[in-house]
């Protein structure tokens, strides 16, 4: 059962314009969510987050929106740039259990020049 | 480098022998996690680790596979009786006892079973 889904295995996106990122989750229980990218052949890195007692958080091109009602989080990269094509992970923590991440499967994200 | 190291990088092994993966995480993170990605999948929980006391185990970790993290500070996982389902990626990461706070993942150890 999964429990944190991204349900666009890809995306592509012209260089200048918004990246949207979409992920939906099945566990109220989720008070944490974080973003991870990653690249071929590398480990997740990780981009930003938001406890749910937020409903955006920003950092810089990216920022995290998170709507608890409808269990559902996304992702905004403006402007989207060639290096931003990589995977990205939608990932969940638990309350009381706040080390063991649950991803989803992953959008890949291509930004074309 | 401080980040998470993991070693090896790719390992190709025989069906039926073991294999042993070893992670150093960042020097001042107290928590270590094992994580396994497989083709077109996000990554999956495997164990946890706070200092050298193992917290939590997935059940997606058989009786095959056994993980140490001795003295608190690095960290190996090894798998006995190698099959062909064990074929994946192995994710280390690390992070600090703090909620809220995120891990930070190894380059990981891509293990081929043949």
């Known amino acids: 059962d999964q429990q944190v889904k991204q349900n666009s295995p890809s995306l592509s996106v012209q260089e200048g314009r918004i990246s949207i990122l979409n992920c939906d989750y099945t566990n109220s229980m989720f008070d944490y969510f974080l973003w991870y990218k990653k690249y071929p052949a590398e480990g997740p890195t990780f981009l930003i987050s938001i406890s749910s007692i937020k409903d955006k958080n920003e950092d810089g091109r990216f920022t995290v929106f998170l709507n608890k009602s409808a269990k559902h989080l996304s992702l905004h990269i403006v402007p989207s740039q060639p290096g931003d094509s990589a995977v990205y992970f939608c990932?969940?923590?638990?309350?009381?259990?706040?080390?063991?991440?649950?991803f989803g499967k992953g959008t890949l994200l291509t930004v074309n020049p | 480098d401080t980040g998470v190291s993991q070693d090896p990088r790719h390992k190709i092994t025989k069906r039926g022998q073991n294999v042993t993966f070893r992670c150093d995480p960042i020097?001042?993170?107290?928590?270590l996690y094992w994580y396994r990605q497989t083709l077109g999948q996000g990554p999956e929980f495997l164990t946890y680790f706070q200092n050298e006391a193992q917290l939590e185990k997935s059940r997606l970790l058989s009786d095959r596979f056994s993980a140490e993290r001795p003295k608190g500070s690095f960290s190996t996982l090894e798998i006995q009786r190698t099959e062909q389902g064990d074929s994946a990626m192995y994710l280390c990461?690390?992070?600090?006892?703090?909620?809220?706070?995120?891990?930070?993942f190894g380059q990981g150890t891509r293990l081929t079973v043949v």
């Open positions: 020097s001042e993170h107290n928590r």
């Open positions: 990461a690390s992070s600090l006892d703090l909620v809220g706070t995120e891990a930070f």
């Open positions: 990932a969940a923590l638990r309350g009381g259990s706040n080390y063991k991440l649950t």
